[in-house]
């Protein structure tokens, strides 16, 4: 049986790619409905093409041209496309293609839902005119995991003992057979062990217009004048009459006008619009968005996401910056900010850029080591960063050590002042030939610090550490000081309170963050000083789960906690979102941005997932349901809210959040994410991913007299984030979700003489 | 009844011993040596155990004011002392210690015990105080030496305004802040106080003698007072007190000699034991019957001898060498065993014979001596069997050997060989992590280059004698690199810098000692280049380039001293100073 697996294996490699790549071509439709008139009739229709994607590394599933010269334009290319097998090793790695003229779209397995199910994918492009516009869908496994996953997925299980008994496997199916035009049976994918494959492809004619949406900052704080631009390029070859609608959207779906104007726009030509954009209103995360309207009814929309907080962290999504060195020069310096800015962070840490982490924050010379980790930093590349940043709204945090100091100029503290000290961790060469490291003679890496005594006569060392704060936030204009391995004891609740007043009096607003565990400091009542007044504490240990396996509803039970420690003391939760510690599996990307959002954290350093869900854009647009630290947990979800067949849901209970809006206002959260198939994280290497809930009945019972105002549907990985659910409320409120696959979430209005508790 | 009662006294003063520091080192079998030899006090050697803020005590000042010495330093952290000697014959090559704040943990039992009978048999150490400084000292071998005794607990107090120095003559108005409450011993001398408060304090104990400073150079002095650290008298306080501890070195050659040709008859002949012995003695060699005794230790052998024993053997007996060594050393040359040419190479030098210029210009153009390679019979397949190999190993000998024949007449082929081997050398910006032979053989000809008379190598010169201790610097910094989860290239890294480094350690003694005598043309370039230099460490260069004590009787050129004296270290001005 063995020989035989063996043979088809090896004639299957021989043949090389099976199923076809075939040349089709894709007819203009006249607008939405039409394409999806053709979508559903190509449904009927039972046929698509398809490859198997079993063997083979790469290949072509479609090559295709419009069905004619396309007239200058915008265009919405609909593939719908489906995947076989799910959560399997042969396509957990598989990249996607989609392509039309210039622009396009990668795809996953993570995109599909269903095994052989299609999905109408769509990508948007612009046709210069005079020529048929060339698409196509492509996929590979080239990535190192992929070779591995098909490694392992194709090589034969051979016995150790050879005369064992042999498990008879499933001989591999002949291949369906294709029509004329290269189409096979639906029905009949499953001949091939793995396949993609392709319905349809049809090309839906859009607006001729191309909107550039910016805010001049991304995020705001209330009292700032906002303002905007807005380009609008005409693409189509005849001239345009175009009226331009400008509005910020605020919550789920508030809308407040900005601009409106009609005008008339020469063919290939722009108009801009820069102009202010009102604040009133707004807090939290808002949309800008633009729509320009042809005379036909046909438009184009155009967004930019922005937020407007107080509190630096209420928005944080934090970005870590070090070796400043780099940005001496300016714009080096814009560039990445810019660059960070486009990948939704609001805000940037400087870590070990300090010649010590406690007392000094005002280097004496402009290039010079940083004391922990003697990175070559910069003042003057450090100013760049945050003078950047500003520009673009987003916040500068500086990182520090309260237990003690580090590097050369921490022990030159130590010296001066011994009485503080109560050790020191160095060799003294290290400190000798800190000079030779500066002048680039050696170069090495060693953290030489020491800590205080925690005792009545080191707090005089606080006054030192704070005048420090203060002349480095007005040297570099620092918007909030971050402390590192913070650990609360008596001593540090008394050295955080002594720092925060000495720093507050002088530089109001100026804000404070800790990595610490909040659990213990809320089980010793430090979390006051802390982060009373809204400072932010920020785990880190639960980075790990991308370094070493760990349980992902471990990750969600822990963060939950966490949340509910801080936030009932007026703080806010950050999250060291370490992703990166070792090559991530997407599937765990996707539960750790959903968790992580779905617990109000604020990430640091890595991008929150990007290709399934833009989850930093919508953690920054959606903050008010996120990040409103005022949200307090239901003090018995299950007697309140109930889901239809009982899905298994990630700490749904826990993460269920009401707040009272004011007045007789009130909202209700709820977080829906599906328990994991594989509940460890970097295991998961098939990518196992729960089945679909569809149509999901969910019953509230919300206060008597409650009046529902809105039920709002919001998922990062859906094609549209926000939607409005339609509800009924009769003795209780029902709706109905109609799918959750990794994360949605569930915004409830109502007015109520009390909000539910 | 007598019997019982020694019994019963015995058994009550047992466990206390158990737990002294002489007894932890007997217990690791650590015990002193039967014979004590010490070598000639010109110049001084010095052991300095550098702690925190060692600049700021100026002890390389004062030493550059005593005429210079030869320093070797090791350090510290709070668990240990790196790089301090390991056996009582390193550390006997030594003519004064300086523990410079220093806690007793980081020295442990044995270390402490050894330094005590190194004071005993003649040896000197300076204690000075700090953050570290007799920390644990109480109840050791540490405070047995001291001319003091440290309390149990307490060791470090502050005085915030400052306690005024009082010394002979008075000084003006100078001030410690943080001081050590040491109590002097009834015999013990105290020099200076501090508001009557012992400070500086002096004793003897065996034949040696042992000076303990109760001050630090820690606090934040307020505006308007000076601290003693920053008071110019300071310096002179200080090389009085290394004047009087280095006073009673003398070389016991005699004792040396005995103690070395005991140790070759204990060999029997046997190569791994004389090996040993000569590694063991060779530094100590003092006089010049005594190196000769090594040299033809080193020749008489059948096999050839390690390239450990040539660098040791080579640098113990440098300073012996004369005519009455030539036909010793044409043996080691005409061995055709790689090491023992090598070594051959670099004594014949030193033996001025007359066809001393033809055979190392002839070794440095070929690679080789004679028929070229032996039979390889005493390590077949070997190392020094490889033509590359030994090509580079006698290249280095004669490099060493034309430095010291010195003879300008060499200097065009030298340096065209150093021009040729410095395009396959390491770059300094690349922070090498390893001397290559081509590294090695580039410095020995530079710094061969110099002692030809070639002014223009100077700065090279210097360049080399810092480039290798910014690699030791680079080894050190491997070792102690933290890695969370090293892999298997870190791991490799780590072990061979383990293995780099006692020959980078050795090379950093030896290697400025190949510039000492250098012909008067390049001295002043030579100044002028240390002088520019900002590396503190320079300072210990120029104390062996253009200390008194290495150069007993030499009269400097014009410039030398005020180029010096031009220099930011005050220790290199300081020598400049003392040239006028």
Same mark, same amino acid.
């Given at each position: 049986?063995?020989?035989?697996?063996?043979?088809?294996?090896?004639?299957?490699?021989?043949?090389?790619?099976?199923?076809?790549?075939?040349?089709?071509?894709?007819?203009?439709?006249?607008?939405?409905?039409?394409?999806?008139?053709?979508?559903?009739?190509?449904?009927?229709?039972?046929?698509?093409?398809?490859?198997?994607?079993?063997?083979?590394?790469?290949? =072509?599933?479609?090559n295709?041209?419009?069905?004619?010269?396309?007239?200058?334009?915008?265009?919405?290319?609909?593939?719908?496309?489906?995947?076989?097998?799910?959560?399997?090793?042969?396509?957990?790695?598989?990249?996607?293609?989609?392509?039309?003229?210039?622009?396009?779209?990668?795809?996953?397995?993570?995109?599909?839902?269903?095994?052989?199910?299609?999905?109408?994918?769509?990508?948007?492009?612009?046709?210069?005119?005079?020529?048929?516009?060339?698409?196509?869908?492509?996929?590979?496994?080239?990535?190192?995991?992929?070779?591995k996953?098909?490694?392992?997925?194709?090589?034969?299980? &051979?016995?150790?003992?050879?005369?064992?008994?042999?498990?008879?496997?499933?001989?591999?199916?002949?291949?369906?057979?294709? @029509?004329?035009?290269?189409?096979?049976?639906?029905?009949?994918?499953?001949?091939?062990?793995?396949?993609?494959?392709?319905?349809?492809?049809?090309?839906?004619?859009?607006?001729?217009?191309?909107?550039?949406?910016?805010? $001049?900052?991304?995020?705001?704080?209330?009292?700032?004048?906002?303002?905007?631009?807005?380009?609008?390029?005409?693409?189509?070859?005849?001239?345009?009459?175009?009226?331009?609608?400008?509005?910020? +959207?605020?919550?789920?779906?508030?809308?407040h006008?900005?601009?409106?104007?009609?005008?008339?726009?020469?063919t290939?030509?722009?108009?801009?619009?820069?102009?202010?954009?009102?604040?009133?209103?707004?807090?939290w995360?808002?949309?800008?968005?633009?729509?320009?309207?042809?005379? @036909?009814?046909?438009?184009?929309?155009?967004?930019?996401?922005?937020?407007?907080?107080?509190?630096?962290?209420?928005?944080?999504?934090?970005?870590? +910056?070090?070796?400043?060195?780099?940005?001496?020069?300016?714009?080096?310096?814009?560039?990445?900010?810019?660059?960070?800015?486009?990948?939704?962070?609001?805000?940037?840490?400087?870590f070990?850029?300090?010649?010590?982490?406690?007392?000094?924050?005002?280097? @004496?010379?402009?290039?010079?080591?940083?004391?922990?980790?003697?990175?070559?930093?910069?003042? =003057?590349?450090?100013?760049?960063?945050?003078?950047?940043?500003?520009?673009?709204?987003?916040?500068?945090?500086?990182?520090?050590?309260?237990?003690?100091?580090?590097?050369?100029?921490?022990?030159?503290?130590?010296?001066?002042?011994?009485?503080?000290?109560?050790?020191?961790?160095?060799?003294?060469?290290?400190?000798?030939?800190?000079?030779?490291?500066?002048?680039?003679? +050696?170069?090495?890496e060693?953290?030489?610090?020491t800590?205080?005594?925690?005792?009545?006569?080191?707090?005089?060392?606080?006054?030192?550490?704070?005048?420090?704060?203060?002349?480095?936030?007005?040297?570099?204009?620092w918007?909030?000081?971050?402390y590192?391995?913070?650990?609360?004891?008596?001593?540090?609740?008394?050295?955080?309170?002594?720092?925060?007043?000495?720093?507050?009096?002088?530089?109001?607003?100026?804000?404070?963050?800790?990595?610490?565990?909040?659990?213990?400091?809320?089980?010793?009542?430090?979390?006051?000083?802390?982060?009373?007044?809204?400072?932010?504490?920020?785990?880190?240990?639960?980075?790990?789960?991308?370094?070493?396996?760990?349980?992902?509803?471990?990750?969600?039970?822990?963060?939950?906690?966490?949340?509910?420690?801080?936030?009932?003391?007026?703080g806010?939760?950050?999250?060291?979102?370490?992703?990166?510690?070792k090559?991530?599996?997407?599937? @765990?990307?996707?539960?750790?941005?959903?968790?992580?959002?779905?617990?109000?954290?604020?990430?640091?350093?890595?991008?929150?997932?990007?290709?399934?869900?833009?989850?930093?854009?919508?953690?920054?647009?959606?903050?008010?349901?996120?990040?409103?630290?005022?949200?307090?947990?239901?003090?018995?979800?299950?007697?309140?809210?109930?889901f239809?067949?009982?899905?298994?849901?990630?700490?749904?209970?826990?993460?269920?959040?009401?707040?009272?809006?004011?007045?007789?206002?009130?909202?209700?959260?709820?977080?829906?994410?599906?328990?994991?198939?594989?509940?460890?994280?970097?295991?998961? $290497?098939?990518m196992?991913?729960?089945?679909?809930?569809?149509?999901?009945?969910?019953?509230?019972?919300?206060?008597?007299?409650? &009046?529902?105002?809105s039920?709002?549907?919001?998922?990062?990985?859906?094609?549209?984030?926000?939607?409005?659910?339609?509800?009924?409320?009769?003795?209780?409120?029902t709706?109905?979700?109609?799918?959750?696959?990794?994360?949605?979430?569930?915004?409830?209005?109502?007015?109520?003489?009390?909000?539910?508790? | 009844?007598?019997?019982?009662?020694?019994?019963?006294?015995?058994?009550?003063?047992?466990?206390?011993?158990?737990?002294?520091? *002489?007894?932890?080192?007997?217990?690791?079998?650590?015990?002193?040596?039967?014979?004590?030899?010490?070598?000639?006090?010109?110049?001084?050697r010095?052991?300095?155990?550098?702690?925190?803020?060692?600049?700021?005590?100026?002890?390389?000042?004062?030493?550059?004011?005593?005429?210079?010495?030869?320093?070797?330093?090791?350090?510290?952290?709070?668990?240990?002392?790196?790089?301090?000697?390991?056996?009582?014959?390193?550390?006997?090559?030594?003519?004064?210690?300086?523990?410079?704040?220093?806690?007793? *943990?980081?020295?442990g039992?044995t270390?402490?015990?050894?330094?005590?009978?190194?004071?005993?048999?003649?040896?000197?150490?300076?204690?000075?105080?700090?953050?570290?400084?007799?920390?644990?000292?109480?109840?050791?071998?540490? !405070?047995?030496?001291?001319?003091?005794?440290?309390?149990?607990?307490?060791?470090?107090?502050?005085?915030?305004?400052?306690?005024?120095?009082?010394?002979d003559?008075d000084?003006p108005?100078?001030?410690?802040?943080?001081?050590?409450?040491?109590?002097?011993?009834?015999?013990?001398?105290?020099?200076?106080?501090?508001?009557? #408060?012992?400070?500086?304090?002096?004793?003897?104990?065996?034949?040696?003698?042992?000076?303990?400073?109760?001050?630090s150079?820690?606090?934040?002095?307020?505006?308007?007072?000076?601290?003693?650290?920053?008071?110019?008298g300071?310096?002179g306080?200080?090389?009085?007190?290394?004047?009087?501890?280095?006073?009673?070195?003398?070389?016991?050659?005699?004792?040396? %000699?005995?103690?070395?040709? /005991?140790?070759?008859?204990?060999?029997?002949?046997?190569?791994?034991?004389?090996?040993?012995?000569?590694?063991?003695?060779?530094?100590?060699?003092?006089?010049?019957?005594?190196?000769?005794?090594?040299?033809?230790?080193?020749?008489?052998?059948?096999?050839?001898?390690?390239?450990?024993?040539?660098?040791?053997?080579?640098?113990?007996?440098?300073?012996?060498?004369?005519?009455?060594?030539?036909?010793?050393?044409?043996?080691?040359?005409?061995? !055709?065993?790689?090491?023992?040419?090598?070594?051959?190479? #670099?004594?014949?030098?030193g033996?001025?014979?007359?066809?001393?210029?033809?055979?190392?210009? *002839?070794?440095?153009?070929?690679?080789?001596?004679?028929?070229?390679?032996?039979?390889?019979?005493?390590?077949?397949?070997?190392?020094?069997?490889?033509?590359?190999?030994?090509?580079?190993?006698? #290249?280095?000998?004669?490099?060493?050997?034309?430095?010291?024949?010195?003879?300008?007449?060499?200097?065009?082929?030298? %340096?065209?060989? #150093?021009?040729?081997?410095?395009?396959?050398?390491?770059?300094p910006?690349?922070?090498?992590?390893?001397?290559?032979?081509?590294?090695?053989?580039?410095?020995?000809?530079?710094?061969?280059?110099?002692?030809?008379?070639?002014?223009?190598?100077?700065?090279?010169?210097?360049?080399?004698?810092? /480039?290798?201790?910014?690699?030791?610097?680079?080894?050190?910094?491997?070792?102690?690199?933290?890695?969370?989860?090293?892999?298997?290239?870190?791991?490799? /890294?780590?072990?061979?810098?383990?293995?780099?480094?006692?020959?980078?350690?050795?090379?950093?003694?030896?290697?400025?000692? %190949?510039?000492?005598?250098?012909?008067?043309?390049?001295?002043?370039?030579?100044?002028?280049?240390?002088?520019?230099?900002?590396?503190?460490?320079?300072? !210990?260069? /120029?104390?062996?380039?253009?200390?008194?004590?290495?150069?007993?009787?030499?009269?400097?050129?014009?410039?030398?001293?005020?180029?010096?004296?031009?220099?930011?270290?005050?220790?290199?001005? !300081?020598?400049?100073?003392?040239?006028?």
């Amino acid at each position: 049986m063995v020989q035989l697996r063996l043979l088809v294996f090896c004639l299957c490699a021989l043949a090389g790619v099976r199923g076809f790549a075939v040349a089709i071509s894709a007819s203009l439709l006249p607008d939405a409905a039409a394409a999806q008139a053709a979508l559903a009739h190509a449904t009927a229709d039972g046929r698509c093409w398809a490859v198997d994607i079993a063997h083979p590394l790469k290949g =072509t599933l479609l090559n295709g041209l419009s069905d004619g010269p396309l007239p200058a334009g915008r265009y919405r290319l609909h593939v719908p496309l489906a995947l076989a097998p799910l959560g399997d090793l042969n396509v957990s790695a598989i990249a996607i293609t989609v392509t039309a003229g210039e622009a396009k779209r990668a795809l996953g397995m993570l995109h599909f839902p269903v095994p052989d199910e299609f999905t109408d994918f769509t990508l948007d492009f612009t046709a210069s005119g005079g020529a048929a516009v060339p698409f196509g869908v492509t996929w590979a496994l080239d990535s190192e995991r992929a070779k591995k996953n098909r490694t392992a997925a194709t090589t034969p299980d &051979v016995p150790k003992d050879p005369d064992a008994p042999v498990d008879d496997a499933p001989a591999e199916e002949a291949p369906p057979r294709s @029509d004329a035009d290269g189409r096979v049976l639906v029905r009949e994918l499953p001949k091939f062990r793995a396949r993609l494959a392709a319905r349809t492809a049809v090309i839906e004619r859009l607006a001729p217009f191309t909107l550039e949406v910016r805010t $001049t900052q991304i995020v705001y704080r209330t009292a700032d004048a906002a303002e905007a631009t807005v380009i609008v390029h005409n693409v189509a070859d005849t001239p345009r009459q175009v009226t331009l609608q400008i509005d910020t +959207v605020s919550g789920a779906a508030t809308v407040h006008p900005v601009h409106t104007e009609t005008f008339t726009l020469p063919t290939g030509t722009a108009k801009t619009w820069t102009g202010p954009v009102p604040l009133t209103g707004l807090y939290w995360g808002a949309e800008l968005r633009a729509t320009a309207r042809a005379t @036909d009814g046909m438009a184009a929309t155009g967004g930019a996401i922005f937020g407007v907080a107080d509190n630096i962290w209420e928005t944080a999504l934090m970005h870590g +910056v070090m070796f400043t060195d780099k940005y001496a020069d300016a714009k080096s310096a814009e560039e990445d900010i810019r660059r960070w800015r486009a990948d939704g962070y609001t805000g940037l840490e400087a870590f070990f850029w300090a010649p010590d982490d406690f007392g000094d924050f005002t280097p @004496d010379t402009d290039n010079y080591l940083s004391g922990q980790t003697q990175y070559r930093e910069s003042a =003057t590349g450090t100013k760049n960063l945050i003078r950047a940043a500003h520009a673009n709204g987003m916040c500068a945090t500086t990182y520090a050590n309260l237990w003690g100091s580090d590097g050369a100029a921490g022990f030159e503290l130590m010296r001066k002042h011994p009485e503080w000290v109560g050790g020191a961790a160095f060799s003294s060469d290290w400190l000798e030939n800190w000079g030779l490291m500066e002048a680039g003679k +050696v170069q090495f890496e060693l953290w030489a610090l020491t800590w205080f005594k925690q005792d009545a006569g080191s707090l005089a060392a606080m006054k030192t550490h704070a005048d420090e704060v203060i002349a480095s936030q007005k040297a570099f204009g620092w918007d909030a000081t971050r402390y590192d391995s913070y650990s609360s004891t008596p001593w540090t609740k008394q050295a955080t309170g002594a720092v925060r007043a000495i720093v507050e009096a002088a530089v109001p607003g100026y804000q404070f963050g800790y990595n610490s565990a909040a659990d213990y400091d809320a089980k010793v009542g430090a979390l006051d000083v802390m982060v009373g007044n809204g400072g932010l504490l920020m785990e880190e240990a639960s980075r790990d789960v991308t370094k070493f396996p760990a349980p992902i509803s471990g990750y969600a039970a822990r963060l939950a906690t966490l949340r509910d420690c801080i936030w009932p003391h007026g703080g806010h939760f950050g999250l060291c979102y370490g992703i990166s510690q070792k090559v991530p599996l997407p599937c @765990d990307e996707v539960y750790m941005s959903s968790i992580a959002l779905a617990c109000g954290a604020h990430t640091y350093y890595d991008h929150l997932e990007e290709p399934l869900g833009h989850h930093m854009a919508f953690a920054l647009r959606y903050a008010e349901f996120l990040y409103n630290n005022k949200m307090r947990p239901l003090q018995h979800p299950p007697g309140v809210i109930a889901f239809g067949g009982t899905p298994a849901l990630l700490e749904w209970a826990r993460l269920a959040r009401q707040v009272d809006l004011g007045g007789d206002k009130h909202r209700l959260v709820l977080h829906l994410i599906p328990a994991p198939v594989v509940d460890r994280t970097m295991e998961n $290497t098939a990518m196992q991913m729960p089945a679909p809930l569809r149509a999901l009945p969910v019953t509230v019972q919300l206060p008597a007299g409650a &009046v529902v105002t809105s039920v709002t549907n919001l998922c990062p990985t859906a094609a549209a984030p926000c939607t409005a659910l339609p509800w009924q409320a009769g003795g209780a409120l029902t709706f109905t979700v109609p799918e959750v696959r990794y994360w949605n979430v569930l915004v409830i209005d109502y007015t109520a003489k009390e909000g539910l508790r | 009844m007598r019997r019982w009662l020694v019994l019963l006294a015995l058994l009550c003063v047992l466990p206390a011993y158990a737990e002294t520091d *002489d007894a932890l080192a007997a217990a690791k079998g650590v015990v002193p040596p039967a014979v004590w030899c010490t070598l000639p006090p010109t110049p001084p050697r010095v052991l300095a155990v550098r702690g925190l803020w060692h600049a700021y005590y100026g002890v390389e000042r004062a030493l550059a004011r005593l005429g210079g010495a030869l320093e070797t330093d090791c350090w510290h952290s709070p668990k240990s002392v790196r790089f301090y000697p390991e056996t009582y014959e390193e550390l006997m090559t030594f003519h004064l210690v300086v523990v410079d704040n220093i806690n007793a *943990d980081a020295f442990g039992p044995t270390r402490r015990a050894m330094l005590k009978t190194y004071v005993a048999n003649g040896g000197a150490v300076l204690f000075l105080g700090g953050f570290y400084g007799y920390q644990g000292y109480h109840g050791t071998a540490l !405070e047995e030496l001291a001319p003091v005794t440290f309390p149990e607990k307490d060791g470090l107090l502050q005085a915030p305004d400052g306690l005024r120095l009082h010394t002979d003559p008075d000084c003006p108005d100078t001030r410690v802040y943080w001081y050590h409450p040491v109590m002097p011993k009834a015999d013990a001398r105290v020099l200076v106080t501090a508001d009557g #408060r012992p400070l500086l304090i002096t004793g003897t104990y065996g034949k040696g003698r042992v000076a303990v400073f109760a001050g630090s150079v820690m606090g934040d002095p307020p505006a308007g007072q000076t601290p003693f650290w920053a008071w110019n008298g300071w310096t002179g306080v200080l090389t009085s007190t290394l004047t009087w501890l280095l006073a009673p070195a003398k070389a016991d050659t005699e004792a040396y %000699r005995g103690a070395v040709s /005991a140790a070759l008859a204990a060999a029997h002949g046997k190569r791994e034991a004389e090996k040993a012995v000569l590694l063991k003695y060779a530094r100590l060699c003092g006089d010049r019957a005594a190196a000769r005794l090594l040299v033809e230790t080193a020749a008489e052998g059948a096999d050839d001898i390690s390239w450990d024993e040539v660098g040791a053997i080579d640098a113990g007996v440098a300073a012996y060498l004369d005519a009455s060594f030539a036909p010793l050393v044409a043996r080691l040359i005409a061995s !055709e065993q790689t090491h023992k040419a090598s070594l051959g190479l #670099r004594l014949l030098g030193g033996t001025r014979s007359k066809d001393a210029a033809k055979t190392l210009a *002839d070794a440095l153009d070929a690679g080789d001596v004679g028929d070229g390679g032996g039979d390889g019979l005493d390590n077949p397949g070997g190392l020094q069997q490889d033509p590359t190999y030994r090509a580079y190993a006698l #290249r280095v000998g004669t490099l060493e050997g034309i430095g010291r024949l010195g003879d300008p007449a060499l200097l065009p082929a030298v %340096r065209k060989f #150093r021009d040729e081997i410095v395009k396959s050398a390491s770059r300094p910006e690349s922070h090498p992590a390893s001397l290559l032979p081509e590294d090695e053989l580039y410095q020995e000809a530079v710094i061969a280059s110099l002692r030809c008379g070639d002014t223009a190598a100077a700065g090279a010169a210097v360049d080399v004698l810092l /480039a290798n201790r910014y690699l030791f610097i680079q080894l050190a910094a491997i070792l102690d690199e933290q890695m969370q989860e090293p892999n298997e290239q870190q791991i490799l /890294a780590k072990k061979r810098a383990a293995a780099a480094i006692p020959h980078q350690a050795l090379r950093l003694t030896q290697l400025p000692q %190949r510039v000492v005598g250098v012909p008067d043309a390049v001295l002043v370039a030579l100044a002028q280049r240390i002088a520019v230099e900002k590396d503190a460490k320079v300072a !210990e260069l /120029a104390m062996v380039i253009f200390g008194a004590n290495t150069n007993p009787g030499r009269h400097w050129p014009a410039g030398v001293g005020e180029a010096l004296q031009k220099s930011p270290l005050p220790a290199v001005a !300081e020598l400049g100073a003392g040239m006028r």
